[in-house]
């Protein structure tokens, strides 16, 4: 179906978001329910969350940072250099907020959990730096994009811990579709772009998955 509808959008951002919407964080299940924000373990689900989403997305060179290595449009180039000074910020807000949560919640399994995250921060490394034009980019780009309902968990954070959140500096969607649109005019590119997004989305639901059965190994069930 989603492949369908994805022929339906024109331009190469309105497909790139579309890919987004339909496949990223926002249509996780047990990310949509905020499990964070609902007694009686919310404390837990959110500490056990921002570590690990600090352990994906909070070193230093990123998705972004790695991407913007690779990327030679000068669109492109001008909006990760944007780009990655606004991840710096979010990283720094990661760091800070996994610190006043405490330390990581005790649950069975924890070494296959962690292997599992440094897993798939090598695979996003291998998304951002591939040679495939189009390929980085995406990544970025639905990085980007799928951090928007992401800053949720953050909100969520800023809220219990009193610490003021700054808006992010990503772009707006707009802005997002027209880098999409300029750099990916060819079909390889706009394929290529698409295919970085739609590995970056299954990256970010596998954090979100290992998070579920983290919550449920807690919890006994």
């Known amino acids: ?14 497909q790139l978001m579309l890919c987004v919407a339909e496949h990223g964080s926002a249509a996780h299940a047990w990310f949509a329910g905020a499990p964070w924000a609902k007694p009686p373990h919310a404390g837990r689900n959110l500490a056990d969350a921002l570590h690990f989403l600090c352990m994906l997305h909070g070193r230093h060179p990123g998705v972004v940072e790695l991407a913007a290595s690779r990327v030679v449009d000068p669109a492109a180039r001008a909006w990760l250099a944007d780009a990655a000074e606004a991840m710096a910020e979010e990283r720094r807000l990661l760091a800070h907020f996994s610190v006043a949560a405490g330390p990581m919640p005790s649950t069975p399994g924890s070494h296959a959990s962690e292997a599992a995250i440094t897993a798939q921060r090598g695979a996003l490394a291998t998304l951002a730096l591939s040679d495939r034009a189009g390929c980085a980019l995406g990544a970025a780009l639905a990085f980007a994009s799928d951090w ?12 219990r811990f009193g610490v003021d959140l700054p808006p992010s500096r990503f772009g707006d969607p707009a802005e997002l579709r027209l880098v999409a649109d300029i750099v990916g005019e060819s079909p390889a590119v706009e394929r ?3 295919f970085g997004a739609a590995q970056l989305c299954h990256q970010h639901r596998g954090l979100w998955d290992l998070l579920e059965a983290r919550e449920q190994a807690r919890s006994g069930t």
């Open 1 to 14: 179906m989603a492949s369908r509808l994805l022929e339906q959008v024109d331009g190469a951002g309105a």
């Open 192 to 194: 290529a772009m698409l």
């Open 148 to 159: 928007a309902p992401i800053r949720g968990l953050l909100e969520a954070a800023s809220k």
